[in-house]
């Protein structure tokens, strides 16, 4: 069964540092996600992005956050300057389309700032 | 500053008994409603959706029941087994929403042998 990829799995970065977290969509995807979930928390949405352009982003995806897909196949997220509380699981997720239709998500990387 | 989770919601139950898990959402728009499924390490795995337009839905093993004027949902796991032990999150959406789904808070299921 087709699957959604992420890598790394674990990422540990110095706080002020850039991360690009990685992920492979299940290729006949067209809507694609992230999402993010503090340790004991909510899963919580962060943008989502369809045909080259994000189509809907949450208060949480501010000025410090990036999304591209630089080729036919990744979809990435970008942090330019991560603080502490960045620290999360980061949940990649794509679906057929966009309307009653399940998400389906990879394992996640989770992200520490030190 | 310490940072405080939510304390999840347990389940406990005998392998083999029925499961029962809840969940009240929050928006009346709201129109399309998934049950996912979270074991530790991993990302939500989806088990069960439902549209607004239904009450009821069923799976293998698993039944939806979706009561609008209370905004609940219900997921129903018949002859729990121990690999049904795991996070479980209900999530709603509304048309034109893009897929921003709202997660519920969780409920822990744990599975007796």
């Known amino acids: 069964e087709p699957e959604v990829t992420q890598t790394p799995s674990h990422q540990v970065t110095q706080m002020g540092q850039e991360v690009i977290l990685r992920c492979v969509p299940i290729?006949?995807?067209?809507?694609f996600y992230w999402y993010r979930q503090i340790l004991g928390q909510k899963v919580e949405f962060l943008v989502s992005?369809?045909?080259?352009?994000?189509?809907?982003k949450s208060e949480i995806f501010d000025d410090q956050f990036s999304v591209e897909r630089p080729d036919g196949s990744n979809f990435t997220l970008k942090i330019r300057s991560t603080k502490l509380e960045d620290s999360a699981m980061y949940f990649c997720?794509?679906?057929?389309?966009?309307?009653?239709?399940?998400?389906?998500f990879g394992n996640g990387t989770r992200l520490t700032v030190t | 500053g310490e940072s405080v989770g939510l304390h999840l919601p347990t389940l406990s139950v005998q392998e083999g008994d029925n499961s029962i898990i809840n969940c009240a959402y929050s928006?009346?728009?709201?129109?399309?409603f998934i049950w996912y499924k979270q074991e530790s390490g991993k990302g939500p795995q989806f088990i069960i959706d439902?549209?607004?337009?239904?009450d009821k839905r069923q799976g293998q093993r698993v039944t939806v029941l979706l009561n609008k004027t209370v905004k609940h949902l219900s997921l129903q796991i018949a002859a729990t087994q121990p690999g049904d032990s795991a996070v479980y999150f209900c999530?709603?959406?509304?048309?034109?929403?893009?897929?921003?789904?709202?997660f519920g808070k969780g409920t822990k299921l744990s599975v007796k042998p």
């Open positions: 290729s006949n995807h067209l809507y």
């Open positions: 999530a709603e959406t509304r048309w034109g929403s893009q897929g921003n789904l709202i």
């Open positions: 439902i549209r607004s337009n239904m």
């Open positions: 997720a794509s679906t057929t389309v966009n309307y009653n239709s399940p998400l389906h």
């Open positions: 928006n009346s728009a709201s129109d399309y």
């Open positions: 992005f369809y045909n080259n352009e994000i189509s809907e």
